[in-house]
Each structure stands twice: as structure tokens, then as C-alpha cells.
């Protein structure tokens, strides 16, 4: 009888050890299941958008053009989401800002991210409107500033310093992690931009990086690539976009880095999974480094080969002529843009300096007289 009892003991010590043995296993499933980070790319054309959702929390990072507006809610509405935790817009360019407003729209908002800067457009007042109207406001955390989210984190990589005329050099650059891996979003973030991150000391070192102003030549320089050295790049632009983005200059680069290259204009929507050590895409990369089709008005000639040394020996005259063609003047009124800031009977005072390809996504044209 008594050996019965001890059997029984030891039985149920056993069964406690297995138990606990066995709870312990699930523990470490759940968390590594937990640890998932999915970066969605959304296809918007010629414009940007990406949702990212990790550990029940939702991030989006810019919300495309007018046209996909609709098409990012309805997205957003397909993954169950209902509340917003970080709306993040990168500048206040039509391409990245109207399907924002649709979001703060549609769903409940927790915290809005965004330039430290005013843009004249109606755009832009609907956006503060939208964000007033969900009782928040726009923060504009300094570079390095960091923020949980979900299983990961994300950093502020800039704007470091705030250009009045130059809407997409006040882009909001962030670095997002999860365990080991990580993306890096730069808006229409430009040459500038990126060498300010260079010297920032931030940890560039990144699995993805979406090359800024949709692999326009104005972005992705050698530096920038060389700090980044992402294993992946994805562009997001619109098939036979009027820019010839992505620009010839960018795609060499990543070819010649061997940098996996996934496109939106090529294959639609793009997602990829993080569980910390790995990243899964929903589609193999095209690698298709051919440029975009540039009846183009070259946003930046040449530019892209600072690191050349033949070309450091330019003369300066010639560099900024080219810099003059890549950038335009809009007046506060009118629908033309200028190459000069008083051109007729502009007031130079209230003109602002914006890249040509930015004008033109604005529906602004050359203005006969100055170009
Ligand atoms: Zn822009
Ligand atoms: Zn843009």
C-alpha cells in the first residue's frame, strides 16, 4: 500500500515536471509567433505608403496620392484594423499625404507623427483639420527619438534641420527594428537628407531600405547606400510614371551593390514578414533594374555620382545649373512653376522651392516665360 502511495507521488511529480516542462515550450512558441512584424508596401502608384502591424499594434507610414486614397482604408479595413497606433507622414506632398487624411478619417487615431513645417495646399489644411478633428496633434520628435512598437522599435533618422522652401527635404526618415531585423523609410527624404543622417552616428545598418523619392536620382547616394547596405531595396512608384522614376542613376547603384530589388509598379502590393531573425516576402524580387521611362525632365542630372571622383572635379558652375533645373519656385498663388523665384510680377518673398518632379505631382507646369 504504501509503495502504491509513493508510485502515485512520483507519478504526480513527474506529471507536475512535464507540465511545467510543457508550459514553458508553449511559452517560447507564443513569443517567437509573437515576435512577427509584417511591413506592408502598398501599392498607391506614384506615390508611397506602408502599413506595418506587429503585436496587435498598427503603424502607417504615409497614405499615397488622391487617387489610391480609398484603396489604402479599404486595405487597412481587410487587416481587421480599427485604431491607428502611429500615423507617421513623412512630408506633406500630395503623393504621401492624402490617403492620411482618409485614415485619420476612417479610423481611431492614437498618435500622429510628422515635419515641423507648413505647406501652402488645401491638402495640407484638410490633414491638420482631420488630425484636430481626432483630438491630437503633430508631434515632431528629434532625431534619435525612439518608440516602442509592437515586438520592435523605430528611431527618428530626420529631418535634422527644416528647409522652407524644400518640402521633400523635411521628410521624416525612420529606422524600424525587430530583433535583428530592420527596414528603413526616408520619404522623399534627398542627397541632403541622407548625408545629415550619415553623420547622425545613428546604426544605418538595415535588411530593407525604400529608396527615397521613389529611386529618384535627388536620393540614394553612395554614402547613404554605403551606411544603409540594405540586402533589399523596394521602390514604390507608378508604372509608367511621368518622373521616369526610378532614375537609371539609382537602379545601377543597387545592381552594382547586388541589392534585391522588389518594385510596386512591377508587382502591386508587396509584404514582408519579420520574426526577428528572418524576413518572409509574399513574392520573390524582380530584380529588374531598369529605369523608368524618362521622356523625363531629369530631376537630377548626374548628381547620383558624387562618390565619382571624375565628377567631384566639375566645375561648380555647371553642378548648379543642373541643381537649378532640379528645383523650381511656385509662387503663393498661380499654377505655374518658375525657374526663378521673380518671375513676372512675383513676390519673391513668398515664393517657395520646390523639385520639379514635386511640382508637377502637384499639377503645377512650366511656366512659358522662365522655362
Ligand atoms: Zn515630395
Ligand atoms: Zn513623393
Not at 79 to 91: F, G, K, R, V
Not at 167 to 190: C, H, P, Q, R
Request: aromatic share 8%; charged share 20%.
Amino acid at each position: 500500500m504504501r509503495k502504491r502511495k509513493r508510485i502515485w507521488a512520483l507519478l504526480l511529480v513527474w506529471t507536475m515536471l512535464f507540465t511545467s516542462l510543457g508550459a514553458v515550450q508553449t511559452e517560447a512558441a507564443a513569443k517567437s509567433a509573437d515576435q512577427t512584424m509584417a511591413v506592408h508596401f502598398l501599392d498607391v502608384g506614384q506615390g508611397l505608403s506602408i502599413l506595418v502591424q506587429s503585436g496587435g499594434e498598427n503603424l502607417i507610414y504615409d497614405g499615397g496620392d488622391k487617387e489610391t486614397s480609398s484603396f489604402v482604408v479599404s486595405y487597412l479595413r481587410k487587416q481587421n484594423i480599427t485604431t491607428i497606433d502611429y500615423l507617421i507622414s513623412s512630408h506633406y506632398d500630395s503623393d504621401h499625404l492624402a490617403g492620411l487624411i482618409g485614415c485619420l478619417n476612417a479610423f481611431d487615431v492614437k498618435q500622429v507623427i510628422g515635419s515641423d513645417y507648413t505647406h501652402d495646399s488645401k491638402l495640407y489644411q484638410s490633414f491638420m483639420n482631420a488630425v484636430k478633428a481626432e483630438g491630437v496633434t503633430v508631434e515632431h520628435p528629434e532625431v534619435g527619438t525612439e518608440f516602442e512598437f509592437g515586438t520592435g522599435e523605430f528611431t527618428v533618422l530626420s529631418p535634422e534641420t527644416i528647409s522652407k522652401n524644400d518640402s521633400n527635404a523635411n521628410s521624416v526618415a525612420i529606422k524600424l527594428e525587430n530583433g535583428e531585423n530592420s527596414f528603413i523609410f526616408t520619404g522623399d527624404a534627398e542627397h541632403n537628407s541622407e548625408e545629415e543622417m550619415c553623420d547622425s552616428k545613428i546604426d544605418l545598418d538595415c535588411d530593407v531600405l525604400v529608396p527615397g523619392h521613389h529611386g529618384s536620382a535627388t536620393a540614394t547616394t553612395w554614402d547613404f547606400l554605403e551606411e544603409t547596405v540594405p540586402e533589399y531595396a523596394v521602390i514604390s512608384c507608378g508604372a509608367g510614371n511621368q518622373y521616369g522614376h526610378p532614375d537609371k542613376d539609382t537602379m545601377d547603384k543597387l545592381q552594382d551593390m547586388d541589392i534585391q530589388v522588389f518594385r510596386t509598379d512591377e508587382q502591386g502590393t508587396i509584404v514582408a514578414v519579420s520574426d526577428g531573425t528572418r524576413i518572409d516576402w509574399n513574392t520573390k524580387p524582380c530584380n529588374d533594374y531598369s529605369a523608368g521611362d524618362s521622356g523625363d525632365t531629369g530631376t537630377q542630372p548626374q548628381s547620383a555620382a558624387a562618390s565619382a571622383p571624375q565628377v567631384q572635379d566639375t566645375p561648380a558652375p555647371a553642378a548648379e545649373a543642373q541643381t537649378q533645373t532640379a528645383s523650381v519656385w511656385l509662387s503663393a498663388t498661380g499654377s505655374k512653376y518658375h525657374s526663378i523665384p521673380d518671375c513676372g510680377n512675383m513676390n519673391p518673398d513668398n515664393a517657395r522651392q520646390v523639385s520639379r518632379a514635386d511640382a508637377e505631382a502637384q499639377g503645377y507646369e512650366a511656366c512659358k516665360k522662365c522655362f
